[in-house]
């Protein structure tokens, strides 16, 4: 039987309440204890003289207690322990808060080794609430572990140690030996023992690596499953390249990077006997939505359907009505299909989806439903890809007989990363603006200018324009409907009685949204006060400010994003952002954006002030998460590709028997995203 199946209350000392508080911490069963790792160490090895510290930082020492405890009582029956101890070097002083078994536990003369963070007092330097061991007790290296309230990190060591002891004797290892041998890893077992209770730094490193290996590893296959339909064969093939024709249409001219893009599309749906399996890279407002236009059209007067699958209502909606545009003087036929509309609506869509008579479907994941049958689908494309969970990415792909499949994302990634995420996909980069475009001017400004900033607002709403807020972000407790319907009525009372204010929240419905992103594109709303929804594709012209309150609560890339929304058009633009936080991230972050404008500098900074870890964490892309690896460490990054790789050659579906426990961690791994995505 798996411990991921034996309850954590089986687990002596690990009643109801305790259970309760390690839920919190997504760990449910025996197995999910095994696999939920340390955040950090401590390393007791490494002891450093008093003498030596300074404030502010995290030591272990060696302290002799140098007198008796003493007790003193604070005010709400709360209370006191304080005691000094030295080592050669000098003396420090150890303050606990009630604790009443300090006095009996630190005995005067006994030596013991302190570890926590020193702080210098008046009266010298002090650790407040150090945790402590008895000299030859100590682990060498302790786990430090994500915490919640309630519970503290020797109850969690505890269980850890118990839930380790059930592990059997002897373990099936998932990964087959030639591999562990091959890239000289440890096993399971072992990995799992040195993960939570390591001797020393080179087992905890073997043990590390050995399970990040195996989480990349996982990760891999999982991909590489999802993305074996690359080297399908498909039938559809198109003749003939339309896609001048439709450029001679439009009311401007492509962008000689806009042009390759779609070259490259239509060679590889004209060429490859594979079916098209690309990205197309693209800073926001680069035009991509053209670019997807001339292959669509393309596509269609190649005699097949093609669907176009944005991540929300209002991006669907506003594709929809570019698309009509475009092709208003054609006989092409485009087909809306949202999980708004109406079922009799939904059904009406997709009943002329399936006899063909549509011929360019553009909708939100309402698409994937299994309901939605495409008479002949050639291509089907995903913006914003980064949106969408991969598993709803490959389904998209799943519709019809083998389509061409293009995504498109405007969010720069590090290279590693990409490798993994787009594995085989081809990849063209958009990497020039329309021209005429003007340089958004990015100001910051703390809460005291805000009144400057709604006069500047009125005066660009005086000369035509119309602006975006970002209202803040909802208080813990408070609802985003209360948060900004507030905001948006006291601007309207105190700020802007006489111009026309609109609002715009994730808890309204579609067709309210809709109602009033139309209102705004059509000008009659000249400021429009939202929280995040508008972030991503909307394209008004006329809209030049982009105001951001509590803009240091968004990542680098949202904020990218949103100021994305203005500079669209011939006016000049400008993007506030407004933050009174001081923090040197924080200021380092916002900076950045007032610096640059290029997606790619801010991704690059992004990665630097958050690491890769969080970049991955952050599941901008849709990926499952992870529990240990990161992607830092590039040799074992390309180790397990490279044995992925290997294992797929040599068992395509991996149906060898020997991986069969491969592909139950895929299955977890892959399971578990759908779960958190939706
Ligand atoms: P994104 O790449 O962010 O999806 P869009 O496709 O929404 O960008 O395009 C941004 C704006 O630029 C749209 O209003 C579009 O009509 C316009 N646009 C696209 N290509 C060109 C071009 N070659 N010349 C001028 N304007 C263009
Ligand atoms: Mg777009």
Redesign the pocket.
């Known amino acids: 039987m798996s411990l991921f199946s034996v309850p954590i209350t089986n687990l002596t000392g690990i009643g109801k309440r305790r259970a309760e508080q390690f839920y919190k911490l997504g760990v449910d069963s025996v197995g999910d204890l095994i696999r939920f790792y340390p955040r950090a160490y401590e390393n007791w090895s490494e002891v450093t003289p008093i003498a030596s510290v300074s404030h502010g930082e995290r030591y272990v020492i060696q302290g002799t207690i140098a007198e008796a405890v003493k007790t003193v009582r604070l005010s709400g029956g709360r209370f006191m322990c304080r005691v000094a101890a030295y080592d050669d070097s000098g003396y420090i002083n150890l303050v606990f808060f009630n604790n009443k078994y300090i006095p009996s536990m630190l005995r005067y003369g006994e030596t013991y080794l302190f570890y926590g963070r020193v702080q210098k007092e008046a009266v010298g330097y002090q650790m407040t609430s150090p945790e402590f061991s008895e000299l030859k007790k100590a682990d060498a290296i302790t786990p430090v572990y994500h915490l919640t309230e309630g519970l503290n990190n020797r109850m969690v060591i505890k269980a850890a140690r118990q839930a380790l002891s059930q592990l059997p004797e002897v373990m099936n290892d998932p990964i087959p030996y030639e591999i562990l041998k091959r890239y000289d890893l440890c096993t399971l077992s072992y990995a799992l023992n040195h993960i939570h209770f390591p001797a020393d730094l080179k087992t905890l490193e073997r043990a590390r690596k050995r399970l990040v290996f195996e989480e990349l590893l996982v990760l891999n296959l999982g991909m590489r499953l999802l993305k074996s339909r690359v080297s399908e064969q498909t039938s559809i093939k198109l003749e003939k390249d339309y896609s001048g024709e439709f450029f001679a249409t439009?009311p401007?001219?492509?962008?000689r990077a806009?042009k390759n893009a779609v070259v490259d599309c239509v060679n590889d749906m004209m060429h490859k006997t594979s079916p098209m399996n690309r990205l197309i890279q693209?800073?926001?407002?680069?035009?991509?939505?053209?670019?997807?236009a001339a292959v669509c059209y393309t596509c269609v007067k190649n005699g097949y359907q093609a669907a176009f699958m944005a991540p929300t209502e209002i991006l669907a909606a506003q594709h929809f009505d570019?698309f009509q545009k475009f092709f208003e003087n054609t006989d092409i036929k485009i087909e809306l299909l949202t999980g708004a509309m109406t079922p009799a609506q939904k059904k009406t869509a997709r009943e002329r989806i399936e006899a063909g008579e549509a011929d360019i479907v553009i909708g939100t994941h309402a698409i994937l439903s299994e309901s939605t049958v495409f008479h002949n689908l050639g291509v089907a494309i995903t913006?914003e890809q980064h949106r969408f969970g991969v598993e709803q990415r490959s389904k998209l792909a799943s519709k019809g007989e083998k389509p061409h499949v293009l995504v498109?994302s405007?969010t720069p990634i590090p290279r590693t990363l990409g490798l993994i995420i787009y594995g085989d996909l081809d990849i063209t980069v958009?990497d020039e603006l329309?021209?005429?475009r003007t340089e958004i001017q990015t100001v910051l400004i703390d809460s005291d200018k805000r009144e400057r900033a709604f006069r500047f607002l009125r005066s660009q709403v005086e000369e035509g324009r119309q602006c975006y807020i970002v209202c803040p972000l909802v208080e813990e407790g408070e609802s985003e409907l209360t948060s900004a319907t507030d905001y948006a009525a006291e601007l309207m009372l105190s700020h802007f009685p006489d111009i026309p204010v609109g609002i715009l929240h994730g808890k309204m419905k579609a067709k309210e949204k809709d109602e009033i992103m139309r209102q705004f594109s059509l000008n009659e709303i000249s400021i429009l006060v939202s929280t995040t929804v508008v972030e991503v594709?909307v394209?008004v012209?006329n809209a030049t400010v982009m105001m951001i309150e509590n803009a240091e609560r968004f990542g680098l890339s949202t904020l990218h994003q949103l100021r994305?929304r203005v500079g669209?058009?011939e006016h000049k633009s400008y993007c506030i952002l407004v933050s009174d936080n001081k923090g040197e991230n924080t200021q380092l972050r916002l900076s950045t954006m007032c610096r640059t404008t290029s997606g790619f500098e801010i991704a690059d900074m992004d990665l630097q002030i958050r690491g890769p870890g969080d970049f991955f964490g952050s599941r901008q892309h849709g990926l499952p998460k992870l529990s240990i690896a990161d992607f830092s460490d590039t040799e074992t990054l390309s180790q397990s590709q490279e044995a992925a790789k290997n294992l797929i050659e040599h068992s395509p579906d991996l149906s060898d028997p020997a991986l069969r426990g491969l592909r139950a961690e895929i299955k977890q791994l892959f399971t578990d995203t759908e779960n958190t995505m939706n």
Not at 252 to 255: A, G, H, P, S
Not at 282 to 292: E, N, P, Q, R
């Open positions: 439009l401007f001219e492509l962008t806009q693209g800073d926001v407002g680069s035009g991509k939505t053209a670019v997807c570019t913006d498109l405007a958009i329309p021209p005429g594709g394209d012209k994305g669209r058009g």
